[in-house]
């Protein structure tokens, strides 16, 4: 990445889309062949909507570092006083504990010193105590570290903060145009297009033989791309909620949901609607990836999801061990960490299981259940329970 008029920038991130900054078109006016009646009110026209910067010309950390007028700071917490349904998605959402979340920072450990992570975990260059001015022999995991002057420990704490998106030249970049704001406004088209998201979800070391994240790109290769279907129509959708200043009264979501229940459809089957106590027993198991546009899991090639069947009792109790199934894909434990297993769920793809189990023979006799579950770590989503009778 050049250097900028005040200091060398750490790594500009590569990504798939070749580089964000997006052509911008008018949109045509419609002409207007016949005059309204004179009694007619005059149609409502939308405030001119001035050009956008681009949000990362050159990768990341970005230089931001004036508050707009009319924003007191460019910590997040200036924006909850009008944004409040926005901050308070954000606040309880990955972006904004990017920087501070134990398993990112366990991460960061193995990873080695490499601006690479840090940079999109902290898009801010002013949230950089130090930063790189160059590396040793061009490794982008050694990095010639400088003092940063302009470190802002508070904007370090907030993670992707609000100011990383939506503030660039002392303008505020919004999805739509309005007067009145308290600040300026410009209209940027990259706020809602997926190639925004590319810029830290799609990563690839040198010598890799895949990208270490590809969520972009197995975006970019499936039907939902296809269809038109961005990163934000899931992952950003409109909340309903009060009112705000400069807002419509449906807000979108800054929290980042991601379900593994909305992702996942879940397929269960018993040649009978029971099972009988110390009898062995066969569930089959199907598992689709019915709603996520990328493969799941994705991202991160160290984050797993372990498929859990189990049969319970009348009394809720485990009839016998929990059969596991793994999606994930196994990287060597060293960069470039290349692939060397692959068991993830592509886009409308499906895997087929069948979990053998022999009932306890103490088990409580009546009406239980087949449980399916997804575990990652000590997140357990409960994904599917069918009642069953236990004879």
Same mark, same amino acid.
């Given at each position: 990445?050049?250097? #900028?008029?005040? =200091?060398?920038?750490?790594?500009?991130?590569?990504?798939?889309?070749?580089?964000?900054?997006?052509?911008?078109?008018?949109?045509? $006016?419609?002409? +207007?062949?016949?005059?309204?009646?004179?009694?007619?009110?005059?149609?409502?026209?939308?405030?001119?909507?001035?050009?956008?910067?681009?949000?990362?010309?050159?990768?990341?950390?970005?230089?931001?570092?004036?508050?707009?007028?009319?924003?007191?700071?460019?910590?997040? +917490? #200036?924006?909850?006083?009008?944004? =409040?349904?926005?901050?308070?998605? =954000?606040?309880?959402?990955?972006?904004?504990?990017?920087?501070?979340?134990?398993?990112?920072?366990?991460?960061?450990?193995?990873?080695?010193?490499?601006?690479?992570?840090?940079?999109?975990?902290?898009?801010?260059?002013? +949230?950089?105590?130090?930063?790189?001015?160059?590396?040793?022999?061009?490794?982008?995991?050694?990095?010639?570290?400088?003092?940063?002057?302009?470190?802002?420990?508070?904007?370090?704490?907030?993670?992707?903060?609000?100011?990383?998106?939506?503030?660039?030249?002392?303008?505020?970049?919004?999805?739509?145009?309005?007067?009145?704001?308290?600040?300026?406004?410009?209209?940027?088209? $990259?706020?809602? #297009?997926?190639?925004?998201?590319?810029?830290?979800?799609?990563?690839?070391?040198?010598?890799?033989?895949?990208?270490?994240?590809?969520?972009?790109? $197995?975006?970019?290769?499936?039907?939902?791309?296809?269809?038109?279907?961005?990163?934000?129509?899931?992952?950003?959708?409109?909340?309903?909620?009060?009112?705000?200043?400069? $807002?419509?009264?449906?807000?979108?979501?800054?929290?980042?949901?991601?379900?593994?229940?909305?992702?996942?459809?879940?397929?269960?089957?018993?040649?009978?609607?029971?099972?009988?106590?110390?009898?062995?027993?066969?569930?089959?198991?199907?598992?689709?990836?019915?709603?996520?546009?990328?493969?799941?899991?994705?991202?991160?090639?160290?984050?797993? =999801?372990?498929?859990?069947?189990?049969?319970?009792?009348?009394?809720?109790?485990?009839?016998?061990?929990? +059969?596991?199934?793994?999606?994930?894909?196994?990287?060597?434990?060293? #960069?470039?960490?290349?692939?060397?297993?692959?068991?993830?769920?592509?886009?409308?793809?499906?895997?087929?299981?069948?979990?053998?189990?022999?009932?306890?023979?103490?088990?409580?006799?009546?009406?239980?259940?087949?449980?399916?579950?997804?575990?990652?770590?000590?997140?357990?989503?409960?994904?599917?329970?069918?009642?069953?009778?236990?004879?």
């Amino acid at each position: 990445m050049p250097p #900028s008029a005040r =200091w060398a920038l750490a790594i500009a991130i590569p990504i798939a889309a070749g580089g964000i900054a997006l052509a911008r078109n008018k949109k045509a $006016e419609e002409v +207007q062949d016949v005059a309204p009646p004179a009694t007619a009110p005059a149609a409502a026209e939308d405030p001119p909507a001035p050009p956008a910067p681009a949000l990362f010309p050159a990768g990341l950390p970005v230089v931001v570092d004036v508050a707009p007028a009319g924003v007191a700071s460019l910590s997040a +917490q #200036s924006c909850d006083a009008c944004h =409040w349904a926005a901050h308070d998605s =954000w606040a309880g959402g990955p972006h904004a504990h990017a920087w501070s979340n134990p398993g990112y920072q366990a991460a960061l450990r193995t990873a080695g010193n490499s601006t690479a992570c840090v940079a999109c975990h902290l898009p801010l260059a002013a +949230q950089h105590d130090q930063l790189a001015a160059g590396y040793v022999d061009g490794d982008i995991t050694r990095p010639r570290l400088q003092d940063n002057p302009s470190f802002d420990l508070t904007l370090m704490s907030e993670g992707v903060t609000c100011a990383a998106c939506h503030v660039r030249d002392g303008k505020v970049l919004g999805t739509h145009a309005t007067t009145n704001a308290p600040h300026p406004v410009v209209v940027s088209p $990259e706020l809602t #297009s997926s190639e925004l998201c590319a810029t830290c979800h799609q990563l690839t070391w040198p010598e890799a033989d895949r990208p270490f994240y590809d969520t972009y790109g $197995e975006w970019k290769a499936s039907a939902y791309a296809a269809a038109g279907v961005t990163c934000q129509d899931c992952h950003m959708a409109p909340a309903a909620g009060a009112a705000q200043p400069g $807002e419509t009264g449906v807000v979108a979501s800054h929290a980042s949901p991601t379900t593994i229940q909305r992702a996942l459809t879940t397929l269960v089957r018993l040649p009978h609607a029971w099972i009988a106590r110390n009898q062995p027993v066969d569930v089959a198991l199907t598992v689709i990836n019915s709603g996520a546009g990328h493969l799941v899991p994705t991202g991160n090639p160290f984050k797993t =999801w372990t498929i859990e069947v189990v049969l319970v009792d009348a009394a809720g109790k485990d009839l016998a061990p929990a +059969q596991k199934f793994v999606l994930a894909r196994t990287v060597e434990k060293v #960069s470039p960490w290349r692939t060397t297993a692959d068991d993830r769920l592509g886009v409308g793809a499906r895997k087929e299981w069948t979990a053998h189990f022999t009932p306890n023979a103490k088990g409580l006799a009546g009406s239980g259940a087949v449980v399916v579950r997804a575990v990652r770590g000590t997140l357990v989503t409960e994904l599917r329970r069918i009642p069953v009778e236990v004879r």
